[in-house]
Structure formats: C-alpha cells, structure tokens
C-alpha cells in the first residue's frame, strides 16, 4: 500500500551565502510571487480581465530578521549583488509505510540590498535587527528536484518543469 508523501513541517533552516559560508541565524520572510497583470477589456468581453503576462512578476523581496547586530548583517547590504543559500529540513509523513521522513528544501536567490535595520538595544533581548533584499533571481529545489526557477534578468522562468518564456525568448533572439 503505498501514498503520497503528506507536508507536516518545516523542522528547521540554514541561511549560507555563495560559498557555503554559514550566515547565522535569522528568521526569513521569503517573497511573494506575484504576477505582472495588464487589463484587457473592450468588444467582445463583459467588462474586464486581469491577465498575467508570461514569465513577468512584480518586485520580489526577501527579508532576514537577525538575533544580534552582526558582520553579516552588515555585509550584505554592500551595493552588490549577494547569493543566498536558504536549507531547510521538512518533515513529511508517508502513509503507505508510516514512516516520517526528512525532505529537503532549498532556496537559492541573488538579491540587492534594499534596507539595514539595526534594530533595537535592550538589554537581554535580541536586537531584532533587519536585512531586505530585492530578489532578482530564485530557485527552488524539494527533494532535488526543481520546482521554480525566475531569472529576471535572464528571461527565464520555469514553474513546474515547463520553461514558460522559452518561445519568448525565441521571438526577441535570445538564445
């Protein structure tokens, strides 16, 4: 008897930055994936639709909230580019062998540094402190397998396994 593999849990995270260098502990709010949407209307429709353009997503941002005030909080927000390594652990339950198995998860984005927030000094508190990022590129990898990769720059973007702005790139030449 076998099942599909059911989500319980994110059991815990690691951020590293481009070359596997551990970057401490933070909380991270990964970004939203909205789609670009231009409103079509006029003869022939009864009134309005909002349709996503192929492969364009609006600003994405990442945010790091950190324990402390530390170097890395600061060097990420040089104005360059930075890669960040996000490794999670998921615990997922298979029903067919009731067993509760480890899934991994990984993000990979390059971002720029939008804000530094220092955060506050209080004494035996974290500091709370803040890094936000504009995410120009993402992939996301479950179980080694890919699942979306966006590359603004680039014109890629593939959800699912299908390259959705390949004929895309194909009609403005890029190759």
Not at 27 to 56: F, K, Q, R, W
Not at 134 to 149: A, H, M, Q, R
Request: proline share 3%; with cysteine.
């Amino acid at each position: 008897m076998g099942g599909k593999l059911q989500p319980e849990a994110l059991i815990n995270t690691k951020v590293y930055d481009g070359v596997n260098d551990l970057l401490g502990i933070a909380n991270i709010t990964l970004p939203d994936i909205e789609n670009l949407n231009e409103t079509v209307s006029g003869a022939g429709i009864a009134g309005e639709v909002e349709a996503a353009i192929l492969g364009h997503f609006s600003a994405m941002s990442i945010s790091l909230e950190w324990r402390t005030i530390n170097k890395h909080l600061i060097s990420l927000s040089t104005p360059n580019a930075h890669d960040l390594d996000i490794r999670g652990a998921q615990q997922v339950y298979d029903p067919g062998s009731g067993e509760v198995k480890v899934q991994p998860v990984r993000i990979y984005v390059k971002c720029r540094p939008k804000k530094l927030g220092l955060g506050s000094a209080g004494a035996s508190q974290t500091t709370g402190s803040t890094t936000d990022l504009e995410v120009v590129y993402i992939k996301v990898i479950i179980d080694g397998e890919t699942f979306l990769e966006l590359d603004k720059f680039n014109y890629i973007c593939i959800i699912g396994g299908t390259d959705i702005l390949a004929d895309v790139r194909e009609a403005l030449g890029i190759f």
